[in-house]
Nanobody
C-alpha cells in the first residue's frame, strides 16, 4: 500500500485547510485510516481515525474543528481543518491499516506540513 498525502500549506489563525490522502496498491484490504501529526520537538500524536464502516474518533483538541472522511470506492481520505490555531502547526501524516486475516500492517504517508501563523 502506498499513501500520498497532500493539501498542507500556510494559513493564518482561524483559517482552513483540507488534507487529502490517496491509497494505491493493495488498498482493498484497508480497514482503519487516520491522520497523525508531529509538531517540532514533540511526539507524534493521533489526530483522527475513521474505519471502513465510518466509525470516527478525534483527539479532544480538534473536536468540532476537524472533520475526517473517506471514500472507500476511490481509496481516498480527507481531513477538513477549520478554525486552525497555531498549535495545529505540524507535519501531518496519513495512515492506513491493512488487515489480512489476523495480521494488521500499518502504512504511513510521507507527511504534509501545516503551518498556522498567529
Amino acid at each position: 500500500v502506498q499513501l500520498q498525502a497532500s493539501g498542507g500549506g500556510f494559513v493564518q489563525t482561524g483559517g482552513s485547510l483540507r488534507l487529502s490522502c490517496e491509497a494505491s496498491g493493495s488498498a482493498r484490504d484497508i480497514d482503519a485510516t487516520g491522520w497523525y501529526r508531529q509538531a517540532p520537538g514533540k511526539q507524534r500524536e493521533l489526530v483522527a481515525t475513521i474505519t471502513r464502516i465510518d466509525t470516527i474518533q478525534y483527539r479532544d483538541s480538534v473536536k468540532g474543528r476537524f472533520t475526517i472522511s473517506r471514500d472507500n470506492a476511490k481509496n481516498t481520505m480527507n481531513l477538513q481543518m477549520n478554525s486552525l490555531k497555531p498549535e495545529d502547526t505540524a507535519v501531518y501524516y496519513c495512515t492506513a491499516d491493512r488487515v489480512v486475516v489476523t495480521t494488521v500492517t500499518r502504512y504511513w504517508g510521507q507527511g504534509t506540513l501545516v503551518t498556522v501563523s498567529s
